[in-house]
């Protein structure tokens, strides 16, 4: 039966079992579309890495003697939307049957689903052989619960799949070193040289600058140095193991002035576009570690781990429970614009300067960064979530709705209400200064609330804690920063609110 597979940018997986076979019936094609480079104003090199990890890869399925429809984004042929480039294809070819592999994003889950509905061949869905649990495995897990906490279903995942476990119990007799992942970095301890991929992607820039599809961001280097291969996906993986492993746990919140990426993989680009898995990484990376356990201390890897079987996998399960709604809560009420330096960098504060520059040039910022600087930021002026979540799914290269906005909206925007987050991520200056470098170089100065020279940090956390004591006050995790408000004077939180007040209304001066 002549049959079509589809196969989406950001599901290059050339370990599905799609491929194990070949017949001269089954035709696959991948799409660069309008539709998709359109939907958000995305960074340049997350346009470019997509195109070029797609292209390689039709270009491997064919090497390998699959047939590959390709439809480039400036093809006569394209029709620049998904359901009409694969109407096309299968009139053309007379195509018996449609298949497709689960997309991992709503939106996209919900225009196959309907397109099939009407479609006059059979179609079928097929897992995407990615991830650890399924969509709604996580949903079933907290069945009945009251709250989503992320450490139970972390711990389950280590059970289930017998990770960093001793029998039933933990190995090194924690389930979790969080504490000792804490470290700033003061540049004593040595940072390897970043494995740094030279991708010729020319071919590439051009037709996204023929096509003038508007993006965002800066490409400065002219070759693409994420992984866009599986090869160059475990190289990659081999050289975090080898090079970075060590210290990740230690220096997992640390920011330094000097160091965009500090002890970080770098992998979730790769990871997300499915060129390697979860499993590939976590075997991969406890293989070492065991070969390795004299000289990497249990918190390395436990910190490691936590992240791609905990955080990744969780924000998947509680992306496809709480989807459509979960796109539009504003539990906070906020509705503030994001300020004009977040697409320059342009800012007098040392942090955001760093963190923005960073996501400008690289489309990438650690998860620190993105938390604690950018969306610390952004929470403390009650941006509205809609705006923020289009800045962090248009800057990230590793950003696809499933993982960006459990992270944006839920975690660092908290405006789930508190699904993901138990209580806000916002801080004052005083945690900025205690995890980077920052503010010994800043225009602020990172111990006053008010004067022209004080760090905005300070008056934006007291004022933010005051406006949202309505819907924060009663939080128990909140208890100790509402008393230390209310024990504030008077008159000093008057000073300190309308600080913040002119820092809201005149974001770009500052
Ligand atoms: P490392 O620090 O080396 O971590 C290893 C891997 O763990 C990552 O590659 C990633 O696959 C996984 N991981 C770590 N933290 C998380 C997390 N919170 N959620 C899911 N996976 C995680 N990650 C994305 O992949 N896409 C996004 O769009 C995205 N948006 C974010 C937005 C905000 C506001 C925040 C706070 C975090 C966001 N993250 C996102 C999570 C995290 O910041 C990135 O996964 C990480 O910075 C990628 O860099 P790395 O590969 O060097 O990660
Ligand atoms: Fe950021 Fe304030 Fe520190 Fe400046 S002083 S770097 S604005 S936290």
């Known amino acids: 039966m002549k049959t079509l597979r589809l196969i989406l940018g950001d599901q290059l997986n050339k370990k599905h079992s799609w491929f194990k076979e070949k017949s001269d019936e089954v035709y696959y094609c991948l ?13 340049i090199q997350k346009v470019i890495g997509f195109f070029a990890a797609m292209r390689q890869f039709a270009e491997d399925l064919k090497a390998e003697g699959h047939t590959v429809f390709y439809i480039k984004i400036n093809s006569e042929e394209n029709k620049q939307k998904l359901t009409d480039n694969l109407s096309k294809l299968i009139e053309d070819h007379n195509i018996q049957h449609f298949e ?32 650890y649990t399924n969509r709604d495995d996580l949903t079933n897990f907290f069945k009945g619960k009251k709250q989503y906490l992320m450490e139970n279903f972390y711990r389950d995942m280590r059970r289930k799949h017998d990770i960093l476990m001793i029998a039933d119990q933990p190995e090194g007799g924690k389930w979790n070193y969080d504490k000792s992942n804490r470290n700033k970095w003061k540049g004593d301890v040595n940072i390897p040289t970043y494995k740094w991929f030279k991708n010729e992607v020319s071919e590439v820039v051009e037709d996204i600058q023929n096509a003038e599809i508007k993006t965002i961001g800066r490409f400065e280097t002219k070759t693409f140095s994420y992984p866009i291969t599986r090869v160059q996906a475990l190289e990659q993986l081999k050289y975090f193991c080898k090079a970075l492993l060590i210290h990740f746990g230690d220096f997992q919140d640390a920011m330094h002035t000097d160091e965009d990426y500090l002890f970080h993989s770098r992998l979730s680009f790769a990871m997300n576009l499915k060129l390697i898995s979860p499993k590939d990484v976590v075997t991969t990376v406890m293989n070492y570690y065991r070969k390795h356990d004299d000289e990497i201390h249990i918190s390395q890897i436990e910190g490691f781990i936590r992240q791609v079987i905990g955080w990744r996998e969780y924000m998947r399960g509680m992306y496809w429970a709480f989807m459509p709604d979960y796109k539009t809560k504003n539990e906070l009420d906020n509705h503030n614009k994001l300020p004009e330096f977040f697409w320059t960098g342009n800012t007098k504060m040392n942090c955001l300067k760093h963190a923005i520059n960073n996501s400008l040039d690289n489309g990438y910022a650690h998860h620190i960064q993105r938390l604690m600087i950018t969306g610390n930021y952004a929470l403390l002026t009650q941006t509205h979530p809609d705006e923020v979540d289009d800045w962090y799914l248009g800057i990230y290269i590793d950003a696809i709705e499933w993982v960006q906005l459990t992270n944006t909206r839920g975690m660092s925007q908290f405006a789930d209400g508190g699904k993901i987050a138990t209580k806000p991520y916002v801080s004052s200056g005083s945690y900025i200064n205690k995890m980077s470098n920052y503010c010994s170089d800043c225009h602020y100065n990172k111990s006053k609330k008010t004067g022209d020279d004080a760090c905005p940090f300070n008056s934006l956390y007291w004022n933010f804690l005051d406006e949202k004591r309505e819907q924060l006050g009663n939080n128990y995790r909140m208890g100790m920063m509402y008393s230390l408000l209310d024990k504030m004077d008077k008159q000093q939180l008057q000073s300190i609110k309308e600080k913040a007040q002119h820092i809201i209304a005149h974001q770009d001066d500052y």
């Open 31 to 43: 799409f660069e579309m309008r539709q998709e480079t359109d939907y958000v104003k995305h960074h």
């Open 100 to 131: 497709y592999i689960y997309p991992d994003e709503y939106r996209l889950d919900h225009q196959l689903s309907s397109y099939c509905k009407g479609l006059g061949i059979t179609s079928k869905a097929v897992s995407a052989e990615h991830f």
